[in-house]
């Protein structure tokens, strides 16, 4: 069962959210009538280890621990 996150220092709910520092790579396939490139909807990707957990409202940032307990403290919806 899951609800929405709700950040402790904003009160915003849903927009605590977990950033992963990543790359997409997208094959170029041609050029469009205006000249633009057109690029692949499949693409490859990686994820690196530097990642963090931020309410995107307010920036704060939340250690795992920190959000375990807010999860615990809200208890089952």
Excluded: H
């Excluded at 915003?12 to 909807?41: H, M, P, Q």
């Excluded at 309410?55 to 809200?74: H, M, W």
């Amino acid at each position: 069962m899951t609800s929405e996150m709700v950040c402790s220092d904003c009160g915003n709910e849903g927009s605590i959210e977990w950033r992963y520092d990543a790359w997409a790579s997208f094959e170029i396939i041609g050029v469009d009538a205006e000249g633009g490139l057109i690029k692949s909807t499949d693409f490859d990707t990686q994820v690196f280890d530097d990642n963090k957990i931020e309410c995107s409202k307010c920036g704060r940032l939340f250690t795992e621990r920190e959000i375990v307990e807010l999860l615990r403290r809200a208890g089952p919806q």
